[in-house]
T-cell receptor, first 114, second 116 residues
Framework: KAGVTQTPRYLIKTRGQQVTLSCSPI?????VSWYQQTPGQGLQFLFE???????NKGNFPGRFSGRQFSNSRSEMNVSTLELGDSALYLC?????????????FGSGTQLSVL | DQQVKQNSPSLSVQEGRISILNCDYT??????FLWYKKYPAEGPTFLIS?????DKNEDGRFTVFLNKSAKHLSLHIVPSQPGDSAVYFC???????????????FGKGTLLTVNP
């Protein structure tokens, strides 16, 4: 069974640009969450989608958005990039619709904003 | 406001000895706790979890202890092996909106180094 796949693996952008990151969950997983990892803040929750609906959202500005498609694949978009957006963006998928559950993480997309 | 705190950024132990990683939390609504391990250039992988109705959960060399009154949990690794060297994240969850419990709150992680 393939794991969570995130593309691209690395990305370099400049300030003011926008970026789209992609995540393909494990087959059969309907919940997809996104996290931002930075050295100073650790892992911070961005948002979670289930059946194409955003169920939870973290404390990030509106420049960060996401969506989920009918096949459970998800994308997140960051507009008007800032230097502080440089981070590892992790996607995680899971099976259960509710209840605390173990997440399966992808290897992440390393975004560098210059 | 950091609701999950891992106060030790790093820990170094000898192979064969016990590794104890600590985690404190402030949100009394947290009812499920997890530990993840992360190697460089990889995503975190689930290690062990514990529900708030328990005070101990064991899985092989890994044991997690929960002290609800102190809002403290710890991960014990016995015996420690060089392959255990990684960053360990403590995470907690509470009932979220829409019935979702996936809004995990993570600590900043502890880098464990196990020396041969």
């Amino acid at each position: 069974k393939a794991g969570v796949t995130q593309t691209p693996r690395y990305l370099i952008k400049t300030r003011g640009q926008q970026v789209t990151l992609s995540c393909s969950p494990i087959s059969g997983h309907r919940s997809v969450s996104w996290y931002q990892q930075t050295p100073g803040q650790g892992l911070q929750f961005l948002f979670e989608y289930f059946s194409e609906t955003q169920r939870n959202k973290g404390n990030f500005p509106g420049r960060f958005s996401g969506r989920q498609f009918s096949n459970s694949r998800s994308e997140m978009n960051v507009s008007t990039l800032e230097l502080g957006d440089s981070a590892l963006y992790l996607c995680a998928s899971s099976t259960s619709p509710t209840g605390a559950e173990k997440l399966f993480f992808g290897s992440g997309t390393q975004l560098s904003v210059l | 406001d950091q609701q999950v705190k891992q106060n030790s950024p790093s820990l170094s132990v000898q192979e064969g000895r016990i590794s104890i990683l600590n985690c404190d939390y402030t949100n009394s609504m947290f009812d499920y706790f997890l530990w993840y391990k992360k190697y460089p250039a990889e995503g975190p992988t689930f290690l062990i979890s514990i529900s708030s109705i328990k005070d101990k959960n064991e899985d092989g060399r890994f044991t997690v202890f929960l002290n609800k009154s102190a809002k403290h949990l710890s991960l014990h690794i016995v015996p420690s092996q060089p392959g255990d060297s990684a960053v360990y994240f403590c995470a907690a969850s509470a009932p979220g909106s829409g019935g979702s419990n996936y809004k995990l709150t993570f600590g900043k992680g502890t880098l464990l180094t196990v020396n041969p």
